[in-house]
């Protein structure tokens, strides 16, 4: 049975570092058909419109679940295009091998779900975009995830602001921002494997995507990405993909998000993202069960 779709279509930055910048990412919600290959044994036997639909406070993510040190050589990386296709394969690349194996073994992965991995596909200019069998049309170059796939843009990415935490050059800031992008956009996609994003967007379907409380609902998305961005920085520093220096870097950077109602505050941004990355569990991320307050 082919489920109802939708989408939203604001897709605002997740980074906006006061001057150019440079790296942001964002989720354009749908509801996703029920995977041909269902992910799971038993929910194979299952048809899919006799499957159980997702949850959200409850759902298995929200177990203690914790990445493997995270070994991995990523490129390095620069605004040309070609350089930021290598070093977002090889990020979505240590991605999979840290989070398939650890959601698998703790049978958080839906039969809702699509191909396991995510596509990467890369945007030379803007346009009209197949998102879901719809067509989108980004008004800006922030990443993006959407059904399976990491969209990201290669055109205005190339000016950085650096904050001052420290002697950073250009190139490495450059780098930390782009992996932290990856790493949040990626949250999005373990959401899509555990169900959540299908029942986000059930939700949101139901009271409006532009309601106040389909735009918590996606602030809750957005703010649970920043947490699994944050397990998943704790993960590369304690494998040495990055320095502890350069992680520090990227959680602290996230207090200078743009502030708009789909993403949240700054300070709500910075809170997720270093929930995860001190606690390094998804436990830490349920902003489901979260006040009001706290997805603001
Ligand atoms: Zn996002």
């Known amino acids: 049975m082919k489920s109802p779709r939708t989408r939203r279509s604001a897709c605002l930055p997740l980074v906006v570092l006061l001057t150019a910048l440079v790296v942001a990412g964002c989720d354009r919600g749908r509801l996703p058909k029920p995977a041909a290959s269902p992910t799971t044994t038993q929910a194979a036997a299952a048809a899919p419109e006799t499957l159980p639909e997702p949850t959200l406070e409850d759902n298995p993510l929200h177990r203690d679940i914790r990445l493997p040190p995270?070994?991995?050589?990523?490129?390095?990386?620069?605004?040309?295009?070609?350089?930021?296709?290598?070093?977002?394969?090889?990020?979505?690349?240590?991605?999979?091998?840290?989070?398939?194996?650890?959601?698998?073994?703790?049978g958080a992965l839906t039969a809702w779900a699509g191909a396991e991995r995510p596509a990467l596909r890369i945007i030379d200019r803007l346009g009209l975009l197949d998102c879901a069998g719809e067509q989108v049309q980004p008004t800006d170059s922030q990443a993006f995830y959407c059904a399976g796939s990491i969209f990201w843009p290669t055109e205005g990415r190339g000016g950085v602001w650096i904050p001052d935490r420290g002697n950073w050059t250009a190139r490495e800031a450059y780098r930390a921002h782009t992996l932290f992008v990856v790493m949040h956009e990626y949250g999005h996609h373990v959401q899509e494997l555990t169900g959540i994003e299908r029942r986000a967007d059930l939700d949101k379907?139901?009271?409006?995507?532009?309601?106040?409380?389909?735009?918590?609902?996606?602030?809750?998305?957005?703010?649970?990405?920043?947490?699994?961005?944050?397990?998943?920085?704790?993960?590369?520093?304690?494998?040495?993909?990055?320095?502890?220096?350069?992680?520090?870097?990227?959680?602290?950077?996230?207090?200078?998000?743009?502030?708009?109602?789909?993403?949240?505050?700054?300070?709500?941004?910075?809170?997720?993202?270093?929930?995860?990355?001190?606690?390094?569990?998804?436990?830490?991320?349920?902003?489901?069960?979260?006040?009001?307050?706290?997805?603001?």
């Open 70 to 106: 995270m070994h991995c050589e990523l490129p390095q990386v620069d605004s040309n295009a070609a350089s930021q296709q290598r070093f977002v394969q090889a990020a979505i690349d240590c991605l999979n091998d840290s989070w398939l194996p650890v959601l698998r073994a703790a």
């Open 205 to 296: 379907s139901v009271t409006g995507w532009d309601s106040e409380s389909g735009l918590r609902t996606s602030r809750r998305a957005e703010q649970q990405a920043q947490c699994l961005g944050g397990v998943a920085t704790a993960a590369a520093k304690l494998g040495g993909t990055v320095s502890p220096r350069e992680a520090d870097y990227m959680i602290a950077v996230q207090e200078m998000v743009a502030e708009e109602r789909i993403h949240g505050t700054a300070a709500s941004s910075l809170r997720w993202s270093e929930a995860g990355y001190h606690s390094a569990s998804t436990s830490s991320c349920n902003t489901w069960t979260a006040p009001p307050s706290e997805v603001e």
